[in-house]
């Protein structure tokens, strides 16, 4: 199942309960037991997405997503819910966000952003502000490969796998591969040990030098669940040393998912709410 990749999307872990806290650090490196990819190569993974995308009609599931900016030295972490539904005009897809971890200070935020398949809103109900943006002109549908240039979420490597081959090169890699002993990012060590990376497989992706992505970022790593063939975590990394992580925990798939969880409605400007409406102006 894809997920909406949009700079814009900002992210209860629900493991049985919330726990906004710190993971703990990852064991010593030698405890640690890699993984070895059960695909031969990264186009036969990408074959068995495609077709596991087509028997997948809906995902749920519960997000951390974290935000390390290398510069400022700023941590962010947010907790919440992801939403995707199949529907006739493409996947539909809706995050709910409801705590925020800055450093030690974990406080409740309302954030919630919903995509259509045309239109995207970012409606934040305790300030009352309301964001819609067109995205795709009526009738069209939005090219998951131009979405991977500002993505914070996961891509769709499973929709086009000849057009992400000729731009990116696509490896299968060891799952604890890239965070331990990472010299350019340590803090990524802890992720090694979280249950949702052990045994997963591993896709890296590097923009190929002529591809127009080069200079979009760094590169991309995907973690995929072998059995359920579900994405679990997410890394990208900028050439400015800032990094987008997201992880996703406790995924229920074809379960019903009601209709308001998508809704991109305008609400009642007499209500009080600050609303920002903008159509689609075409490519820029």
């Known amino acids: 199942m894809t997920i909406i990749l949009t700079a814009i999307l ?6 049985g309960s919330f726990n906004a806290n710190e993971p703990e650090a990852a064991p010593p490196a030698e405890h640690q037991a890699e993984s070895t990819p059960p695909f031969a190569d990264a186009g036969e993974l990408l074959d068995a997405l495609a077709t596991h995308d087509q028997s997948t009609d809906s995902l749920t ?4 997503f974290t935000t390390i900016n290398a510069l400022e030295n700023d941590r962010q972490q947010r907790f919440g819910k992801l939403s995707i539904q199949k529907h006739d005009t493409g996947r539909h897809y809706a995050v709910s966000f409801n705590t925020l971890l800055i450093d030690e200070r974990q406080e409740k935020i309302a954030e919630q952003f919903i995509f259509d398949g045309r239109w995207l809103v970012e409606r934040m109900p305790e300030e ?6 067109e995205l795709v002109p009526a009738g069209q549908t939005l090219d998951p490969m131009e979405l991977m240039r500002d993505a914070p979420f996961w891509v769709s490597v499973g929709q086009d ?3 992400l081959l000729a731009s990116y090169n696509a490896e299968l890699l060891p799952s604890t591969q890239g965070l331990l002993k990472n010299a350019d990012f340590p803090e990524l060590e802890y992720l090694a040990a979280m249950d949702h990376i052990e045994g997963a497989i591993q896709l890296m992706l590097t923009p190929k030098p002529g591809s ?6 760094e590169w991309v790593r995907i973690w995929i669940n072998p059995e359920t063939l579900s ?4 890394i990208k990394a900028e050439w400015t040393g800032d990094l987008q992580i997201v992880e996703l925990y ?3 798939t074809n379960a019903k998912i009601p209709s308001e969880v998508f809704d991109t409605t305008s609400p009642d400007a007499r209500d009080g709410w600050n609303i920002q409406i903008s159509n689609w102006r075409g490519q820029e």
């Open 10 to 15: 900002a992210s209860s872990l629900a493991l």
């Open 61 to 64: 599931g519960t997000i951390r």
């Open 128 to 133: 009352k502000q309301f964001i819609k943006r």
């Open 161 to 163: 796998k000849d057009r």
């Open 212 to 217: 127009g992505f080069e200079d979009d970022w």
């Open 231 to 234: 994405p679990t975590l997410y």
């Open 250 to 252: 406790g995924v229920k």
